[in-house]
Each structure stands twice: as structure tokens, then as C-alpha cells.
């Protein structure tokens, strides 16, 4: 559309943007035929601008280019730069507000970002597992409404057309009836809002899509939020579970990977190029049993479920006061080796989303209880889906106890850039013979160290496991060092 302003300016909106002529530089039709071919230089297919008369403001339809770039907004965190892991759109594709465009995942968490307009992809910037950085394209999409463009102005990059709008606000002030995109009417007639009553805070008395979010309690960073993706994701999952399609026997099907799964694709593919050292022990944990169940009451009424876990965590963290190597860190060539001071070890856990790995902070400054409190939260969060970005990264040494489920021996997969890790098989009741060669009942833990072996020795790892064991094997000594 072009229009004369009062002020004696022509604008025109064109790819997104305003062009001004002050009227006084157009007076005649010729100079009208050069503004009508900039146009059509700027790609607008055709213009109607056949009169023109400079007494008075004029408009015409003028059907126009409107793609736009969708840029990938800040996703919180710090996190400047994702990878796009799945496109939920190709080009051609037509989208709504809140379709999802894509998920996107970094070193600390995954999100689906969802689409702010309604309209038809043209482009995709990035391959899966292409890197994009926020504030960057992501998709270009040809929206269907001048009133979807008019909603973006503050999350553009470089929006050098912001000089140019005040006209155009003062214009839309004017309107008396609430203003709003289709789909933002949409969503508050599903969730029976009276659009008057929502505090608008977009261009002249727009009322946005945040502001509907607002007025739900739901902020706009929640859109992307891992947590509240999960519940979607799952409330997919079980529409796609009651779908009969799905529900037919005898047939293939082909399902993305996501969530925790591909982050384990990752680290697993590049734990791969880690030559493992293992080493494996049988432990007799009889007096830790017995330990265990004196103490289970108390940590009970201190609000602790405590398990085995906390014990063989602490035993860890002492054994690596004596072997600090292994709870170091190496780079990605292993050029360099880093000695980390905390503790923080990572527990593998079994959620509904897959195995994941929080790490327990600062495991050498903590008690037993307290490690036994930190295991209740990170299961308990695991379990919700809740696990929060700072409980994912920074571990310096894993356990996996795999026991829980059963097994004697295994070979855990180190997490790099991590150089160890330790697994437990289950808890046997087995017959042993004691010092004076009786025939006992003893209770047996078989234990499985993998290493990094381009920066451990074997004999390292297995004295460090020796240690390991004597705080095991005679708890009272793990109770000393507290
Ligand atoms: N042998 C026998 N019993 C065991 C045991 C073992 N190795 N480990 C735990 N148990 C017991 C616990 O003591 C507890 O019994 P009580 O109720 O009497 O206390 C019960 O089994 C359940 O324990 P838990 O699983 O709730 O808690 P935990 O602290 O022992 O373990 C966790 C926590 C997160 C490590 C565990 O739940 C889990 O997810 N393990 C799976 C790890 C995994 O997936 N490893 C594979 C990695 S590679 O794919």
C-alpha cells in the first residue's frame, strides 16, 4: 500500500519495509511512473499507481512482497549459539503463530521454537546439525497479514526501518477497537479472554502475543522452556499413542530421536574415540549393609532416603584425594589436562526421558546425608523431566549404578571430556569364605572403572579402586574422614 501522509510524505511498504518521498519531489506523473518502477525494482509484482494527483493523500492495493526473516531469539542461559537438530517445516510449508519451526539444542539444554507469524516458509537457513546464533535467521517466512510484520519490530536485528514508524503509529493509535493478529485472538478466545482487558504493549495499543502470555502467567521465554516442552512433548506423545494408525500391528515405523537420547547420541559417538582402560573388582559390602540399615531411620527422619549411593559417592570422593587424575579433565585434541578441584560427581540416572547424567557439586565438602539429600532432588527432578541446565554440566567423575536393575560386571563409557568412571552391578547375597577359611554369607557388589587411557595407567586406576574398596569394605573409615 502507498499512501500520502499528511506530513507530505509517500510511504510504501515494501519487503518490510517504509520508503519515503517527500511530496514535494514527486509533482508529476512522470516522476509517480520512476516511483511505481522502484517499486517494482524492490520486487513488488505490480502496482496500480496509475493516478496520481498531489492535492490529496491517495491509496491504492498494491499487492506486496512481505517475507521476513524469522530470527532465532534469546533462548536464556547464555547461550549464544545452538544446533538445529530437527525441522518440523520445509519450505512451502504454511505455519501459524506457535507452530513449532524447528528444535534446537546446545550444551545445556533443548528447546522448540515456535513460529511468532502466520505464514508460508521460503527459506531454511540451516542444515540439521547446523550451527545457528541467536539473533540470526533461522527461516524465512512470507507472512500473510501486514499485521504479523507489525508485531516483530522489537526482536529484529539491525531494524533500520525503526526511524520510520512514527507516522505509522500515530495512525494505528487513532483505532479505537482492540487490535490483535488473527492468531493472537485465536489463543485468547481458546482461553476466553477479553482482548480489552489485556495490558497491550505493542505499536499503538497492539496487543501481543507475550501480552496474552502474560495474562495466562506465562512468560515468553516459557515458549521456549525445556521443562514446559517436555509436558508438550508428552502431551503429543500420548495423542500419537491413542492414534490407531500407531496402534497396528506388524508395521516399521521411524521415529526422531530427541531429548536426552540425542545428547547421548553425542557424547556417546564421541566417547567412541576414548581408547577405555576397565578394570574390575568384587566388593564385600556386608558391613555397609549393616550400616546402611542402622542409619536409614535416622536420614528417614531427617527427610533422606538413603541408599547405597551416597556411601560409594563419598568413598569416590576420597579415593580421588589420592588419585587427583582421574578426576581431571582433557581438551578436545588432549593437548592439555585440567585437575578439577571440585567434586562434582555425576550419578547415571534412568528417567522416562532416557539416561541422563546430573552431577552431585562439591561432593568433598558434603556429608553422606547431604549427598544422600542432593541424590533425592536430582532423582526426584529426573524423574519430572525438572532437571535444570547447572545440574547437567560440570561433572568431573561419574558412577552408573546399574545394579539397581541388576548385573555383576559391565563397562561403563566414559563421559568425555570426563577421563573415569565406575559402575555398580547389583548387591548379591553369596557364599565366601572368611579369614579362617569358614564358608560365610557375605553381601557382594561387583564394581567396573573404565579409564582414559591415553592419560591413566591401569596400575592408577586400580589403586585408586583399591582405595575405593578399603572405604567400602570398612565404612568405618569413610565415617572418619567426615
Ligand atoms: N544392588 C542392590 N540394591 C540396590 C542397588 C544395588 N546395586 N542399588 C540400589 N539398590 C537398592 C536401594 O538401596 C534401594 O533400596 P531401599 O529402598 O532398601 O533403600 C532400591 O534399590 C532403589 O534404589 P534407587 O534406585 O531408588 O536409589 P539409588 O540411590 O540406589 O540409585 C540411581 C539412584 C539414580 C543411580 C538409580 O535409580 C538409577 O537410575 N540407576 C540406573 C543407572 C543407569 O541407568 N546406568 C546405566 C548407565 S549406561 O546406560
Known amino acids: 500500500m502507498a499512501t500520502l501522509l499528511r506530513n507530505g510524505r509517500l510511504k510504501a511498504n515494501v519487503t518490510t519495509r517504509y520508503i519515503y518521498l517527500k511530496s514535494s519531489t514527486i509533482k508529476n506523473e512522470n516522476q509517480c511512473r520512476c516511483f511505481n518502477q522502484y517499486l517494482f525494482k524492490r520486487n513488488v509484482k505490480s502496482s496500480r499507481l496509475s493516478a496520481f494527483n498531489p492535492s490529496r493523500s491517495f491509496q491504492t492495493s498494491l499487492p506486496l512482497d512481505k517475507i521476513i ?9 547464555g547461550i549464544r549459539e545452538v544446533s538445529v537438530k530437527e525441522w518440523f517445516v520445509k519450505v512451502g510449508d504454511k505455519v501459524e503463530q506457535f507452530d513449532n519451526i524447528c528444535e534446537v539444542q546446545s550444551d545445556k539444554a533443548s528447546a522448540t521454537i515456535t513460529s511468532r507469524y502466520d505464514g508460508k516458509i521460503t527459506k531454511l537457513y540451516h542444515k540439521i546439525d547446523g550451527v545457528a546464533f541467536v539473533g540470526e535467521p533461522l527461516v524465512d517466512i512470507d507472512v500473510e497479514d501486514e499485521e504479523s510484520l507489525q508485531t516483530d519490530t522489537k526482536e529484529k536485528k539491525n531494524d533500520n526501518q525503526n526511524s520510520n514508524t512514527v507516522e505509522e503509529e500515530n495512525d494505528v493509535s487513532k483505532r479505537s ?10 489463543i485468547a478466545m ?25 495474562f495466562l502467567n506465562i512468560s515468553s521465554e516459557d515458549s521456549n522452556d525445556v521443562n514446559k516442552m517436555k509436558k508438550a512433548e508428552k502431551r ?25 537420547t540425542k545428547i547421548m547420541v553425542k557424547t556417546m559417538s564421541t566417547s567412541l574415540k576414548i581408547p577405555h582402560f576397565v578394570y574390575s573388582d568384587e566388593i564385600d559390602v556386608t558391613p555397609l549393609v549393616i550400616i546402611r540399615s542402622e542409619t536409614k531411620k535416622a536420614a528417614a527422619e531427617a527427610g533422606v532416603n538413603l541408599t547405597f549411593m551416597p556411601f560409594f559417592i563419598k568413598a569416590a570422593s576420597l579415593a580421588l584425594n589420592n588419585f587427583p587424575i582421574l578426576n581431571s579433565s582433557v581438551d578436545e585434541n588432549c593437548e592439555n589436562i585440567t585437575y578439577k578441584a571440585a567434586h562434582n560427581i555425576g550419578v547415571a540416572m534412568d528417567t522416562p526421558g532416557g539416561l541422563v547424567v546430573p552431577n552431585i557439586k562439591n561432593v568433598q565438602q558434603k556429608s553422606i546425608l547431604e549427598i544422600g539429600n542432593d541424590l533425592n532432588r536430582l ?36 563421559l568425555s571430556p570426563q577421563v573415569s568412571i565406575g559402575a555398580l552391578g547389583k548387591i548379591q547375597i553369596l557364599p565366601r569364605f572368611d579369614k579362617d577359611g569358614n564358608v560365610v554369607k557375605a553381601h557382594i557388589v561387583c564394581v567396573s572403572w573404565s579409564a582414559d587411557h591415553r592419560v591413566v595407567d591401569g596400575v592408577t586406576m586400580a589403586k585408586f579402586s583399591n582405595k575405593w574398596k578399603f572405604y567400602i569394605e570398612n565404612p568405618s573409615h569413610l565415617m572418619l574422614e567426615l
Open 69 to 77: 526473516p524469522f530470527y532465532l531469539s534469546d533462548i536464556g542461559e
Open 177 to 186: 477497537k482492540v487490535l490483535a493478529t488473527p492468531a493472537v485472538r485465536r
Open 190 to 214: 481458546q482461553n476466553k479472554i477479553d482482548l480489552s482487558t489485556v495490558n497491550s504493549t505493542g505499536r499503538g495499543g497492539r496487543v501481543l502475543k507475550e501480552d496474552v502470555l502474560k
Open 236 to 260: 503429543n506423545t500420548l495423542y500419537v499413542a491413542q492414534t490407531p494408525h500407531l496402534k497396528s500391528i506388524g508395521q516399521d515405523k521411524t521415529l526422531p530421536i530427541t531429548g536426552y
Open 379 to 414: 532423582q526426584r527432578d529426573g524423574q519430572e523431566g525438572a532437571l535444570k541446565p547447572n545440574d547437567l554440566t560440570g561433572g568431573t567423575f561419574s558412577l552408573s549404578n546399574i545394579g539397581v536393575i541388576g548385573g555383576t560386571y559391565t563397562k561403563p563409557v566414559i
